[in-house]
């Protein structure tokens, strides 16, 4: 072992288990390039300002968790603690929303870094795969997304999840609740920085998990009653294309997501196998985000969902997805002169598109055998110099154990017809 470990917070992915996280990946975006999203990659920092003006200068994001630099030239960066603002940024860079083509629809997965207390399902580096549908107000575009991300968790196995909804409002009902909500708020018993958050952002109160909190906040003013009437024929619009898709949702008035930038759709999929940290995806529409960063009146929803915690919630249903083998033929070489044929073998089956893999490292048979075993191959290929001297390589079955000679220049054709039965 080296003297180094991950940081703190973080872990690694190695094989085996790195190849679920791989398909995991893969299936959350699937479902979105099937839809008419486009790739979009962005860098992993970002100008510190795009995240305080956009996610929210209240937010823990923003006040505790980012994780800031100052390059030698003076910028002052954070690597990117979500996805959304970044994309909207590049989008707007780009002028994809002048193209003609609204709303520019985008998908994208990576790395994400918040400095936050580690535990179970809570890390420091993880994984999202997210979308965002850009310049577009519609019912329609609101479900679809929460529709796809549904599509993905049950393509992927994963059944004991649930899906949160609430609206937040606009900006014409949003700050009439949000006067009520202070007023009442005002008058709790409460510390000093849950306070100013009522000054900022008092709707996150509503989100604080301490029970001396919670207790005070019976009979506070409830946003739904507070709902104009757009927002109002928005939500229930929303509301009636998911139930006609068959997507089961709960209504969750008291859902208000830790990112400042949500109006009228929020939804959140949270599974009941993970304890504290419940939530395997979530977002919603932010009609108001691009104006806050500079650009102009584009409203758009979007989602992110965590890659780390679909695995756990997968790993909490017992649910083993079927990884395909990534090596078909293995070749077990014995002497010199069969390395060097039994090499040619595995290059040109490579050449073919055919996964094949090679005992490299003279170990003797029964280590060879025993590598092309935990292989997973389906075929292994074995020759000694006799084999050689009749110009045959043995084919081994790897699940009947059926051996038989075939002559060399055949192999290659050989087992590709195997494989192919
Ligand atoms: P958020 O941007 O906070 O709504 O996060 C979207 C999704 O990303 C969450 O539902 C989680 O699945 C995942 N996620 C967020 N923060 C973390 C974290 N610190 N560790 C692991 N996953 C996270």
Same mark, same amino acid.
């Given at each position: ?15 085996p288990?790195?190849?679920k ?8 975006a699937?479902?979105?390039?099937n ?9 992993g /920092?970002?100008?510190?300002?795009l ?34 603002a970044?994309?909207l ?26 400095y ?5 399902g ?5 994984s ?15 479900a679809?997304l929460?529709i796809?991300?549904d599509?993905?968790y049950?393509t992927?196995?994963?059944?004991? /999840? ?6 937040l409002g606009?900006?014409?009902?949003r ?5 009520a909500?202070?007023? /009442?708020l005002?008058?709790?018993d409460?510390?000093?920085e ?8 008092p ?12 207790k005070?906040l ?12 757009a927002?109002k024929a928005?939500?229930?619009?929303v509301r ?17 997501r ?7 759709t929020? /939804?959140?999929?949270?599974h009941?196998g993970l ?10 529409r932010?009609?108001?985000l ?13 989602w992110a ?7 756990l ?5 017992g649910?083993e997805?079927?990884?395909p083998a990534?090596t078909?033929?293995?070749?077990v ?7 060097r ?8 089956l ?17 280590g ?8 997973g ?13 009749e110009?045959?390589?043995q084919?081994k079955?790897m ?12 192999i ?10």
């Amino acid at each position: 072992m080296s003297t180094f470990k991950a940081p703190k917070g973080t872990y690694d992915l190695t094989p085996p288990d790195s190849a679920k996280y791989l398909a995991v990946r893969e299936a959350l975006a699937a479902p979105l390039k099937n839809s008419g999203y486009g790739y979009i990659e962005t860098p992993g /920092f970002e100008d510190v300002a795009l995240f305080s003006r956009g996610v929210g200068e209240s937010t823990d994001i923003v006040t505790k968790e980012m994780y800031t630099l100052t390059t030698k030239g003076g910028s002052q960066l954070a690597l990117r603690p979500e996805g959304t603002a970044s994309v909207l940024r590049a989008a707007l860079e780009a002028n994809l929303h002048k193209l003609g083509n609204l709303p520019v629809k985008l998908w994208y997965s990576g790395s994400y870094y918040r400095y936050e207390r580690p535990q179970k399902g809570r890390y420091r580096h993880f994984s999202q795969v997210g979308a965002e549908a850009i310049g577009a107000e519609d019912p329609a575009l609101d479900a679809e997304l929460i529709i796809l991300a549904d599509q993905a968790y049950r393509t992927l196995g994963l059944r004991n /999840f649930r899906i949160l909804l609430n609206s937040l409002g606009d900006k014409e009902c949003r700050p009439v609740y949000r006067d009520a909500l202070q007023g /009442f708020l005002r008058e709790l018993d409460l510390d000093e920085e849950t306070r100013r958050r009522i000054e900022i952002n008092p709707l996150r109160v509503l989100d604080d998990k301490r029970s001396e909190v919670q207790k005070q906040l019976v009979g506070a003013p409830v946003l739904r009653d507070y709902l104009c009437d757009a927002c109002k024929a928005y939500h229930e619009e929303v509301r009636d294309l998911l139930s006609a898709a068959g997507v089961a949702y709960e209504d969750d008035e008291k859902l208000v997501r830790g990112l400042d930038y949500y109006t009228r759709t929020t /939804f959140e999929f949270v599974h009941d196998g993970l304890g504290s940290q419940s939530a395997v995806g979530g977002g919603g529409r932010y009609d108001g985000l691009s104006e806050m960063i500079g650009g102009p009146a584009l409203p758009s929803v979007g989602w992110a969902l965590g890659v780390d915690r679909t695995v756990l919630a997968l790993e909490a249903e017992g649910v083993e997805l079927e990884l395909p083998a990534t090596t078909s033929v293995f070749a077990v070489p014995l002497g010199e002169e069969a390395r060097r044929v039994l090499f040619g073998v595995v290059t040109q089956l490579r050449r073919d598109g055919v996964a094949a893999d090679f005992a490299y490292g003279n170990r003797g048979l029964k280590g060879a055998m025993k590598s092309a075993n935990r292989s997973g191959a389906r075929f292994t290929v074995v020759a000694g110099e006799r084999d050689l001297a009749e110009g045959v390589v043995q084919l081994k079955d790897m699940e009947s154990g059926e051996q038989t000679a075939v002559p060399l220049p055949e192999i290659a054709g050989t087992i590709r017809e195997c494989l192919a039965r």
